[in-house]
C-alpha cells in the first residue's frame, strides 16, 4: 500500500502556461486559462498484490463537510439534481473521504485499515495475509493495525528511509505509469472545461483517477513492480531479512 498526492491546479498551471515576449524580455508574462480547477486537491491509496490484483481504491479529497464524499449531479434536462457518492465513479468497494486537508493522519489510517479489512475478509477469506506499508508514523495507529490483525493482516513495515527501494507501488512500472497518466488526463479533461466554461470538478477528478489506474494498474504491470524491487519472488540481494 502507498498514497500519492494529486493537486489539480498544478497540474493544470504547469501543463497550460504560456510564455509571451521576445527574446530580450527580463520578465515573462505567464498566461493560463481563466477557467482554473475547482476540484483542489486529492490523496489516493492503492494497495496492491504479487497476483497482479488491484484492491478498490481509498480516496480522500479536499474541501466540505467531513465524511463520505457526495457530489450533487444535474441533469441536461433540467430534472431535479441527484445526490450521488463520489466513490461511483471508481471501481465497486472504493471509498472517498472528504476533509479540509486531504492528506492521511491516523484517523484517516483507521478508516482506510477498515476497507482494507473488509476486502481481505471476502477476497482471501481464510487465509493469512501480509500487506506492507512504510514507516509513516500515521501508519502505525494502534487502531488501525488491530482492525488488519483482526482480519488475519499482518503488517509488515519498511523501514522510511528505504521504502521506496522496497514498495512495488513506487517502481517505473506502477506509480511511474500511473502518476504521468493521471496528469495528462486531467490536462485533457481541462481542456475540455474551459471550452465548456467550467472549472474542473472533485466529480473530474475522481474520474481522472480512475481511468489512469485502470489504464496503470495492469496485472503484467504490477507482477513486474514486485519483481523489479526483489520483493516476490524474494531476492537476497535486494531485500536483506534479519533473524
Not at 465524511?67 to 441536461?76: D, E, I
Request: charged fraction near 20%; charge should be neutral; hydrophobic fraction near 45%.
Amino acid at each position: 500500500m502507498d498514497e500519492t498526492t494529486i493537486k489539480a491546479t498544478i497540474i493544470i498551471l504547469h501543463g497550460r502556461k504560456t510564455i509571451l515576449g521576445g527574446k530580450k524580455l527580463k520578465t515573462p508574462e505567464l498566461i493560463v486559462p481563466d477557467n482554473g480547477s475547482g476540484a483542489a486537491g486529492c490523496t489516493a491509496a492503492f494497495t496492491i498484490s504479487v497476483s497482479g490484483d488491484v484492491a478498490p481504491p481509498f480516496l480522500v479529497v479536499e474541501g466540505g463537510k467531513e465524511g463520505h464524499a457526495f457530489v450533487m449531479v444535474s441533469h441536461a434536462d433540467g430534472g431535479r439534481p441527484d445526490t450521488i457518492p463520489l466513490s461511483y465513479r471508481l471501481q465497486d468497494g472504493a471509498v472517498v473521504l472528504r476533509r479540509t486537508q486531504p492528506g492521511f493522519d491516523r484517523s484517516i489510517f483507521d478508516v482506510f485499515a477498515l476497507h482494507f479489512a473488509k476486502f481481505a475478509m471476502n477476497f482471501y477469506r481464510y487465509e493469512s495475509k501480509i500487506l506492507a506499508l512504510d514507516g509513516a508514523e500515521v501508519h502505525l495507529s494502534p487502531t488501525g493495525l488491530t482492525r488488519l490483525l483482526a482480519a488475519g493482516v499482518h503488517v509488515f513495515v519498511e523501514p522510511s528511509k528505504i521504502s521506496h527501494m522496497l514498495q512495488a507501488l513506487d517502481s517505473p512500472t506502477s506509480f511511474g505509469r500511473f502518476q504521468p497518466g493521471l496528469r495528462g488526463c486531467v490536462l485533457v479533461l481541462s481542456h475540455s472545461c474551459v471550452i465548456a466554461k467550467r472549472a474542473l470538478s472533485v466529480l473530474d477528478l475522481v474520474e481522472c483517477v480512475g481511468m489512469a489506474a485502470d489504464t496503470a494498474f495492469t496485472r503484467d504491470s504490477l507482477v513486474s513492480a514486485f519483481k523489479r524491487v526483489g520483493m516476490w519472488p524474494l531476492d537476497p540481494i535486494k531485500v536483506s531479512i534479519e533473524e
